[in-house]
């Protein structure tokens, strides 16, 4: 037997198994070091799973970084808010004075309210009554508070309900003296039948065909079956009046 060969033999299959494992397990290390399984969404940069969208180091992709003062917004490099400011999406607000961002992203204030410390409320000078601010020195419905109703014809003014300019109280309503024939002048002063208020009773001025008829003003007795052609003289009952005529129908 030649034992020379089988040695020789041995050392080739001894080296050779080494090489190999030393082979495989390089290659093993070498994939560890430069790969990694990420969950979706990811990626992998520099052997650790980002998400591109937010990472400030890898944003929009594993070369591209932000500045110093960029934050990393749906894979885009933006600039850094103020102090005292908040990002709602794409833009710097100030959550203590927006009203559509009060207290807090989308919180939004509601029709005629602003932002005040954070919280919805009402424009100086004016309160909350209901679901509406309002004037409570102006308002008629919510005259001196919410609920206190002025009469109809009243107007509100320094929180006081009061007639409007040129009108004056009589009793609950407001009236203007200078034309209500009911308080002509003054309160209570009423114009007689068939007179006008123009700030003092006036009778009126019947124009032609016209005549006052008892207490009836200024009646066209070229027309009216009651007073036809004069005052009294009545139409019969299948008559009727024409031109101051009584005439058959």
């Known amino acids: 037997m030649d ?9 080739s299959a001894g080296h050779g198994a080494a090489a190999g494992t030393g082979a495989s397990a390089g290659h093993g290390a070498a994939a560890g070091a430069s790969g990694c399984a990420c969950d979706a969404g990811l990626a992998c940069c520099d052997g650790e799973c980002v998400d591109t969208a937010s990472d400030a180091k890898h944003c929009g992709g594993c ?3 932000c500045g110093a003062c ?6 885009q490099c933006v600039p850094e808010c ?4 908040t990002r709602c999406g794409d833009e710097c607000v100030d959550a203590s004075t927006d009203s559509a961002h009060c207290g807090g992203c989308g919180k939004a204030c509601g029709p005629g309210l602003v932002c005040q410390a954070g919280a919805c409320a009402c424009p100086q000078g004016s309160v ?7 004037d409570t020195k102006t308002d008629p419905a ?10 109809p014809g009243f107007g509100c003014q320094a929180g006081q309900c009061a007639c409007s300019y040129g009108a004056v109280t009589c009793g609950s309503k407001c009236v203007d003296l200078k034309l209500d024939p009911a308080n002509c002048g003054a309160c209570g002063k009423a114009c007689a039948p068939c007179e006008y208020c123009s700030g003092s009773c006036y009778a009126l001025s ?5 005549a006052m008829c008892y207490g009836s003003c200024c009646i066209d007795t070229s027309s ?7 005052c009294g003289h009545a139409c019969g009952p299948c008559e009727y009046c024409e031109g101051g005529e009584c005439k058959p129908k």
């Open 82 to 85: 103020f102090w005292g400011t």
């Open 3 to 11: 034992v020379t060969g089988i040695a020789a033999a041995g050392a």
């Open 63 to 65: 070369a591209a970084s």
């Open 224 to 230: 009216d079956p009651q007073h036809c052609g004069g």
């Open 206 to 210: 019947c124009s032609e065909h016209e």
């Open 70 to 75: 960029e934050l990393c917004l749906g894979g």
């Open 142 to 151: 919510h005259c001196g508070g919410c609920g206190k109703a002025c009469n």
């Open 128 to 134: 909350k009554c209901g679901s509406k601010c309002v």
